[in-house]
């Protein structure tokens, strides 16, 4: 008897360790759920739809998560959609199903999950068609860059791992007349600051470089994450000469290479490229790149 009450007595407190773990995940926004690595304010907006999913406001959800998927936002992009799919409108479900199969094809993996027994749509939400701003959000025409300070708490609250590679690249990025801001907005869209990412198109390292870029800018080791690096600045100086310092320009080259914005004639219309772009501009939040003070060393 004594045994079975001491037993009964551990389940109980397995049970209340972890009703209260789920209670802490509900309230501290989502971020567990691991879209920590958001820029600052598609983070709040992604914090505050879960909020209100959670306590049943679908509506608010729905604004949010649509405001930072507008920029950008992989997660956002999959939230709205797993939302929409939950709901009963006539509609949703080709809207959900159109969010689903973009953010899996940006390699969001519950997304693909979700679109397996779907059938993809092909309509997107009147909230990503028509431009709008976030309640309490300003958006002003000419934007300023991200403030410093706010990059610094970013950097600050990367794991370790990924703090020191970031620091290289603050470090390294004013050599190549290279707004520092500018690149950790590159590297995390490119690799999240994974030195060893590698993918399906063999773009490789921290900036993820194509072996044909890496040759061209006498990358070695393209594994070594401080040539990675180097390599990965020098293609940006190239792309802001070419492209008059245009971030938009820029970023799509990055992504699509510049000789599919030169055929376009301005960003592709590749759905990866184009939410590539809104992720860039959302992180640094200026369309003009701003040099950094100090002069570029031979």
């Known amino acids: ?43 709040r907006w992604l914090d505050e739809g ?11 959800a729905a604004q949010r998560y649509c405001a930072a998927a507008r920029e950008g936002s992989l997660e956002g992009q999959y939230r709205l959609g797993r939302l929409l799919l939950q709901g009963d409108a006539p509609g949703d479900r080709a809207v959900a199903t159109t969010l689903l199969a973009l953010a899996a094809q940006r390699g969001h993996e519950k997304a693909r999950v ?5 059938a993809p749509g092909n309509q997107l939400p009147d909230c990503l068609l028509a431009r709008e701003t976030a309640p309490d959000t300003p958006v002003p025409d000419t934007p300023a860059v ?7 708490r970013y950097v600050a609250g990367l794991p370790p791992g990924q703090r020191r590679l970031a620091r290289l690249i603050e470090r390294l990025a004013p050599r190549f007349a290279v707004d520092p801001r500018l690149a950790l907005a590159i590297v995390r869209a490119e690799s999240n600051f994974d030195p060893l990412a590698l993918s399906p198109r063999n773009a490789q390292g921290l900036m993820q470089l194509v072996p044909e870029t890496a040759e061209r800018f006498g990358v070695r080791d393209v594994w070594n994450a401080e040539q990675n690096v180097r390599g990965g600045l020098a293609y940006l100086r190239w792309l802001l000469q070419r492209f008059e310092d245009d971030v938009a320009l820029v970023s799509a080259a990055y992504n699509a290479g510049e000789g599919a914005v030169q055929r376009y ?14 992720r860039i501009l959302a992180f640094y939040r200026a369309k003009k790149h701003q040099p950094p003070d100090s002069p570029r060393p031979r």
């Open 265 to 278: 004639g301005g960003v592709p219309p590749f759905a990866e490229t184009q939410g590539y772009v809104k």
């Open 50 to 60: 879960y909020a209100a999913e959670f306590r049943g406001a679908r509506s608010l």
């Open 114 to 118: 979700l679109l397996a027994d779907q």
């Open 146 to 152: 991200v403030p410093a300070e706010v990059v610094e």
């Open 1 to 43: 008897m004594q045994m079975f009450l001491a037993t009964l007595a551990r389940a109980s407190l397995v049970f209340f360790v972890w009703a209260g773990s789920t209670a802490v995940h509900a309230q501290d926004g989502g971020r567990a759920l691991g879209w920590s690595q958001e820029p600052p304010v598609l983070m």
